[in-house]
């Protein structure tokens, strides 16, 4: 069939089933990309290690599955897990095995031979498993994060897990990285939450956007708790203090630690993100799977399913509150045909084409200026109104009266029946302005049925004083959009049956009933990477 929602620059197979990113790394200056596939399908099962390498994280050469199910500690499934580089400065992938009752091990694989960058073969310790659940956790216990040495010479790593209902990051040591023990007290537990996958421990810096080693300790730094929250498939965060004497982290004061009100380090489609430190460019990076929202059966027609998200560098935002995220520089090697406009007025009910950029493959940065007598106009949100998505869905991107909703509709339809709107709303709200980010797909496909409840986040700015700046990387059937300099992020799949290839067109709209100006506008058509 013809294949209009495959990606041109964001990772996945040639075909069947992907999910989590595993053990992203960087090894004698190759890129590596590990992810839960099905070798053997379009739906999810039997999981190996897929295994693809990179020199700019852009285009990929994909290798054989670099672990299978073979051994009766992951007979059922080679699931998620994480690289750490040793001290030798090679790596060892912890990951999670699926025995044949179904209960979760982790085990230990390293190259076979480290003198290959490509570290194309990878040997099981006959160690495995290294560690094994409490008889009531058996299918709680998965997804070991990249492991850290302290200054004592031993390793920790973390283990995700539900205990006694508490979503728990389990701790282990080890001084040879074989026989492991789980320490009495986890790092860290929220009885606010339940079973938590694939969890990211991080350090950043507090007074730089550089990346650091995640064996990193010393003042000046503060650490990131992720969590993939499988009630509601949702990874959240907490940023705090790590005291390593102890093996405790707090999350700092005023950090909500559930994944309904909690940070999100995306408010859109967007799952089991997994980040690593890119030793050649002092930099982390981030990846997170990005599930597709249509059917099994549409899987299976198309004979694939997941991405990848576009990776993305993290680092700590100055004022210390959240983390911020920016399409690796690398993006700009696929840049072609810039279009550029610079401070147009964006009357009330207004849309423009942003022509000559390829729609289904671009990358647009558009930065709204909002003039202090127009923001006066804008509409009071209740106080009780606390959830954006909730506000998103129900006031969408269509007409309004008030300031916005303003932004990008892109893969858009040649008459605009069809569009995913990305945009922004800004309310009154206890005498402050509140900014919404949202974007609307309720119009994402004339053709397809699936989900298309909007999804929303309140961005961190302040309009009156600060621009407000919107990036979105668009490729087929994907939109991934950056607020306030990537302060929140919404990715979101979209299956238009008009708006495909040369059809897929963006605008810049504003549907609100108060002009507004757009203080720079800058788009490129991006061309295709190379995965083979
Ligand atoms: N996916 C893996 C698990 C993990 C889950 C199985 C998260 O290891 O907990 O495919 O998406």
Known sequence: MAQP???????????????????????????????QYNPGSALWGNLHWGHSTSTDLINWTIHPPALLPSDPYDINGCWSGSATILQDGTPAMLYTGRDSQDTQLQNLAVPKDPSDPYLVEWIKSPSNPIMTPNEEEKELFRDPSTAWLGPDGIWRVIVGNEREHNGTALLYKSKNFIHWTETERPL?????????ECPDFFPVSIDSEKGLDTAVIFPGIKHVLKNSAIRSWVDYYTIGTYDHHNDIYTPDEGFVDNEYSGLRLDYGRYYAAK?????????????????ESTSPEIDIIKGWSGLQTFPREIWLDRAGKQLVQWPIEEIETLRLNQVEIQNITLEAGSKREISSVTGAQADVEISFSIPLAVLEQAEVLESNSTNPQEIANQSGSSTN???????????????????????????????????L????????????????????????????????????????SIVESFGGGGKACITTRAYPTLAINDNAHIFVFNNGSQHVEVSSLNAWSLKQAQIN
């Open 188 to 196: 860290h537990w929220s009885n606010e939450s339940t079973m938590w």
């Open 437 to 476: 980010m949202g974007c609307d797909q309720k119009r994402s496909s004339l053709g397809l049925e699936y989900d298309k409840t909007n999804y929303g986040a309140f961005l961190d700015i302040d309009p009156v004083t600060e621009k407000l700046s919107l990036r979105t990387l668009i490729d087929h």
């Open 275 to 291: 980040s690593f430190f890119d030793s050649a460019k002092n930099r982390r990076i981030i990846i997170a799977w990005v599930n």
């Open 5 to 35: 929602y495959r990606t041109a620059y964001h990772f996945q197979p040639l075909k069947n089933w992907m999910n989590d990113p595993n053990g992203p790394m960087i090894y004698k200056g190759i890129y590596h990309l590990f992810y």
């Open 401 to 435: 009266t008030g300031v916005g909703p303003f932004g990008l509709l892109v893969l858009a339809s040649n008459n605009i029946e069809e569009y995913t709107a990305v945009f922004f709303r800004i309310f009154k709200q206890n005498d402050k302005f509140v900014v």
